[in-house]
């Protein structure tokens, strides 16, 4: 009876770990989606996977997984607006696990298209080798985002939203 046990747990953790690797590319391919073009976006995807095999030995799916915990935003602010007074307050607040890995995938995106003044692929994949060296410009932001929510740390019991 506890082998049995023991052998479902292993199984139901396989399975999570292959359902979060699916949603963390489906999520990738959405956010990198414009205009409903999801066969475009699925192929910028796998291309960036070959990329980075071509340069690293290591499974691709860690370096990007790794990536996106380093550059992940722990706390961030929320703005609410007093309708009286015409104040606006940002209150911080402690992300869950996955919205801190999907704000980052979607900050990543955004940034690098902001960025990049050649190719999408070429650019994406030397900002995930700078995020793993830690010296991305990427990171200096999330450390504004952080220090921006440390200094309106008095307004953390106004959480409401």
Known sequence: MELKNYNNID???KINRFNSNILLSEKFINYLMLKGKKSIS?????NIFRLLQKISIKNII???????????VIISTYKIKNKKKRIIREIPF???????????????????????KNNFLISYKNEILKILKKNSTFLTKKDEIHSSALKNKAYAHFRWF
């Open 62 to 72: 860690y370096l990007i997984k790794f990536s996106l915990i380093n550059s992940s």
């Open 42 to 46: 699925e192929s910028i995807l796998f």
């Open 94 to 116: 402690i992300m869950s696990s996955k919205k801190r890995i999907f704000n980052s995938i979607k900050l990543n995106i955004n940034f690098i298209r902001s960025e990049s």
């Open 11 to 13: 199984l139901n953790k």
